[in-house]
């Protein structure tokens, strides 16, 4: 397997990489199914089944509105995320929604999209979506594993593990890695850089990269200031503003007390998990569940430490 530094990093919403971003890419790959098979327009409604994990607690998790996006077209990294309540609430009124942003079908959510706690047979998230004609005729049906990460492989898929291109440095195991940098006289980052170069231009991967570091600088200025509860339940109070506000009041603390940096390095983390939760776009790095660590660590850097640059990040 040839995984890229552009794939273990996926620009996302939240608040699960598996639970959110797969179903989102599912559904969108199922409705380009349909358009590539010359369906699209016989389809009258689409039912989905999440099965498992995402049966039990995808309702918690968001995955029947990244469902429902996905229909429509839209990408975790390019919907707009601040539109999307407003979004759900018309297609739960007019109960429909238009395929690819171009076909419009019935959809009732209590009908069309469902919760299954039994699993489906390769994954525990597992889901099935129908095309159903005007008469109720099944037109198409397509399974889908959400494995986490924002990976998604199909039902016919037996192992994430996909062929790619030749590599300069292949391994499969942390000691192969090890070992050839210790052969080469590379570090990992620059026996990594070699292989990618492999997949796209140089220049490109380092666009790619620049855009992600884009999105979680984004993501810390957007959760240090979103004010709030977050969704759910429980409804527990946003926690990012109030302690900026803290550290912002006492700017003279950093002088004398060097522990002051680690509760920067804490605000940052705090404010991309609070807009992970709250539904906000993330990258999964290489997890939702993880998503605040790297942003963490590279504010840090870039904000903290003499001669911090582009490059460096």
Sequence with gaps: MTLSVLD????GIGPSSSHTVGPMRAAARFVRCLEQAGLLEQTAAVRTEL???????GKGHGSGKAVILGLLGEEPDRVDTSAVDARLLQIRGDQSLRLAGRHTVRFVETEHLLYFRKSLPFHP???????????????CTRDYYSVGG???VDDGAQTLAQPGPPVPFPFTTGDQLLGLCHAQGLPVSALMRANEAALRPGAETSAGLARIWTV???????GCAREGVLPGPMRLKRRAPDLLRQLNSQPQAG?????????WVSLYALAVNEENAGGGRVVTA?????????PAVLH???RFIHGANAEGV
């Design 150 to 152: 924002g990976f998604v």
């Design 8 to 11: 273990v990093f996926k620009i």
């Design 255 to 263: 002088l004398t007390d060097p522990l002051v940096v680690l509760d």
């Design 216 to 222: 979680m600088q984004e993501c810390v200025r957007s």
């Design 300 to 302: 840090y850097y870039t």
């Design 125 to 139: 998230n597992g889901m099935r979506f129908v095309a159903l004609s005007a008469d109720g005729d099944m037109l």
């Design 51 to 57: 099965y498992g994990s995402l049966g039990a607690t």
């Design 286 to 294: 290489p997890t939702n569940g993880a998503a605040g660590i790297i």
